[in-house]
């Protein structure tokens, strides 16, 4: 299949030529086609989701199985009764608060939305998101749209409409080019139940943001399935290798000089391994790389959590394509969207 490409232009994102791509983008969701298309996270794989046909197309381009619920992005308010049969007082602060924007709420699922979307939970995750072009195709295509991130299954989420026709051209209608995502990580996934606040997924908006917000506790899903594995229902997802580039990729840990030796140690161990070896370098770490022969990433600013987000997943897709065989990346601190941060690198280096 020949997958168009369809042109907005950043600097001018309401001329007659990008609306008329939005547009067409809008006709193909209509018509139970399958868009690629910009997000202010990531790059998302769209189709309508009330039809089931439709959203089936998702699954066979990314390769993903079967049992990975999919997030319906809504593009008004009104639109939410379609999807969801109801909400919470905690879901609809939350709501108030980051929507439009990066939270996924996990809600009850209403009839019209077809089981294959949520792999057959009864709930089902929705979001609204904030990025202007999203909202204007949610808008024209007057559907809501199932839609998970636009890359193969367990790969790097893409970035930039490159990233998306590396891992699908030829595999969907079309990619929706709007340049860069603005955060570069995901949604963060919360299930607002009326007695706390349960983080399924941290994201872009972070766990002091929602419990500013939220009423009642908030837990992440990792720290429950540590304490009670047993009563946890199961977790679509979540656990396995996923976010991965094709090399390997080593963890440093630590802080401050201890950090910045650990990472000198293992550019030398690898080093030594023979291996051809890439590094996520923030700018703070760059001493560490005298008399190495690492191929370098400038992933940026070590104290701008929000850039650091942004380059990730540029950065790891560009040291693959470099062909390196280890990717050395220190780990952020656990704050703010560094949770987030520190979410993906660990799935992306667990074992194959
Ligand atoms: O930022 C984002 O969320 C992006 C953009 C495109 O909106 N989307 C995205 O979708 O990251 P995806 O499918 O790559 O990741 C969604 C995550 C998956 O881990 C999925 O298991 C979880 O959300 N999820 C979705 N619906 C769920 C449900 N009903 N119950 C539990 N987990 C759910
Ligand atoms: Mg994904």
Same mark, same amino acid.
Request: glycine residues 14%; charged residues 25%; neutral net charge.
């Given at each position: 299949m020949e997958t168009l490409r369809l042109k907005i232009h950043a600097s001018n994102p309401d001329s007659e030529a990008s609306r008329r791509s939005i547009e067409q983008a809008a006709k193909i969701l209509r018509a139970g086609g399958t868009v690629a298309f910009p997000t202010e996270t990531v790059y998302g794989l769209g189709a309508n989701a009330l039809d089931a046909e439709a959203v089936q197309k998702i699954f066979v381009a990314k390769e993903r199985p079967s049992w990975d619920p999919l997030i319906v992005h809504i593009g008004e308010p009104s639109m939410l009764t379609r999807v969801s049969a109801g909400t919470n007082a905690n879901a609809r602060q939350l709501m108030d608060a980051? &929507? @439009?924007? @990066?939270l996924t709420l996990l809600l009850p699922r209403s009839v019209?939305? @077809?089981?294959v979307v949520t792999a057959g939970l009864s709930r089902v995750g929705v979001r609204m998101p904030a990025h202007p072009i999203t909202r204007a195709l949610l808008q024209a295509a007057g559907v809501p749209v199932a839609a998970p991130s636009a890359n193969r299954f367990g790969r790097i989420s893409p970035t930039s409409a490159e990233h998306v026709a590396e891992d699908l051209a030829g595999r969907i209608d079309a990619i929706l080019d709007g340049g860069e995502t603005t955060h570069g990580v995901e949604s963060t996934v919360v299930d607002a139940g009326p007695d706390g606040c349960v983080i399924y997924r941290p994201g872009v908006i972070t766990r002091e943001q929602i419990a500013a917000v939220c009423g009642s506790p908030v837990t992440l899903r990792e720290e429950m399935r540590e304490e009670d594995e047993a009563q946890a229902a199961p977790s679509p997802g979540m656990g396995e290798r996923h976010y991965a580039p094709r090399a390997r990729l080593v963890l440093v840990g630590g802080e401050g000089p201890q950090q910045m030796q650990n990472l000198v140690q293992a550019l030398r161990d690898h080093d030594a391994a023979g291996q051809s070896v890439g590094i996520m370098l923030p700018d703070s770490f760059r001493e560490a790389m005298v008399g190495h022969k690492a191929k370098v990433y !400038? &992933?940026? !600013? &070590?104290?701008d959590a929000a850039e650091l987000a942004h380059r990730l997943y540029a950065g790891l897709r560009w040291l693959d394509a470099a062909g390196v065989t280890a990717i050395v990346c220190p780990m952020p601190r656990a704050e703010g969207i560094g949770v987030a941060l520190r979410d993906r690198l660990e799935r992306a280096a667990a074992a194959r």
């Open positions: 980051f &929507w @439009p924007g @990066p019209e939305v @077809p089981a !400038r &992933w940026g !600013r &070590w104290d």
